[in-house]
């Protein structure tokens, strides 16, 4: 990954598996909009291998994948060469976003991390996806390993990045250190 700094690395997209026999391959967007991909030049590998230019763009299966053809990718096996490659762009080279509820997940890092009532719980170590949606990995004030947070609207409703804070709504057990016991007056 290219060094974490006053200009972090933004990524917008994970190539996956080759798409066909000439040289294209599926890539899971991390953004809203494939544009970005042909936008701003080639894009930086974050392995730190160079770059990749985006040659075309078309639909995939589900709203967020493409497939694409590479500058220099000639056939299957160069594309599936590529399988789990992340491509980006150091911050400062993309768009400032135009809404308060638009960001970049590397906006979020560091950020506090406050309940409702204003408590602190800790900070936000990384943005993971596993999958399914996002998750807060955050790393808790009082010690111990990180909690993942569901990073829903429901759960985080609010994001302050103006002010260094997210607050967290959440459900209980959410926030529980990993394999902690339930309170024994609780139990049933």
Same mark, same amino acid.
């Given at each position: 990954?290219?060094?974490? +700094?006053?200009? %972090?690395?933004? #990524?917008? /997209?994970?190539?996956?598996?080759?798409? *066909?026999?000439?040289? &294209? =391959?599926?890539?899971?967007?991390?953004g809203e909009d494939a544009s970005g991909l042909t936008a701003y030049g080639p894009l930086?590998?974050?392995?730190?291998?160079?770059?990749?230019?985006?040659?075309?763009?078309?639909? +995939?299966?589900? %709203?967020?994948? #493409?497939? /694409?053809?590479?500058?220099?990718?000639? *056939?299957?096996?160069? &594309? =599936?060469?590529?399988?789990?490659?992340?491509?980006?762009?150091?911050?400062?080279?993309?768009?400032?976003?135009?809404?308060?509820?638009?960001?970049y997940h590397a906006d979020l890092i560091g950020l506090e991390v406050r309940l409702t009532?204003?408590?602190?719980?800790?900070?936000?170590?990384?943005?993971?996806?596993?999958?399914?949606?996002?998750?807060?990995?955050?790393?808790?004030?009082?010690?111990?390993?990180?909690?993942?947070?569901?990073f829903t609207k429901a759960i985080v409703p609010e994001v302050r990045l103006a002010d260094?804070?997210?607050?967290?709504?959440?459900?209980?057990?959410?926030?529980?250190?990993?394999?902690?016991?339930?309170?024994?007056?609780?139990?049933?």
């Amino acid at each position: 990954m290219p060094e974490a +700094g006053s200009d %972090p690395f933004i #990524v917008l /997209a994970r190539v996956g598996a080759p798409n *066909g026999v000439r040289g &294209a =391959a599926r890539v899971k967007l991390f953004g809203e909009d494939a544009s970005g991909l042909t936008a701003y030049g080639p894009l930086r590998r974050a392995d730190g291998k160079g770059t990749l230019r985006v040659l075309s763009l078309r639909p +995939g299966k589900t %709203p967020d994948m #493409v497939v /694409a053809t590479f500058e220099g990718v000639d *056939g299957r096996d160069a &594309a =599936a060469a590529l399988n789990g490659v992340e491509l980006g762009l150091p911050r400062s080279a993309l768009p400032v976003p135009d809404d308060e509820d638009d960001f970049y997940h590397a906006d979020l890092i560091g950020l506090e991390v406050r309940l409702t009532d204003g408590a602190r719980f800790g900070s936000i170590l990384q943005v993971a996806n596993y999958g399914a949606d996002d998750l807060l990995d955050v790393k808790p004030d009082r010690g111990g390993p990180s909690v993942l947070v569901p990073f829903t609207k429901a759960i985080v409703p609010e994001v302050r990045l103006a002010d260094g804070y997210v607050t967290v709504d959440a459900p209980e057990g959410l926030l529980d250190p990993p394999g902690a016991k339930p309170d024994e007056a609780g139990d049933v």
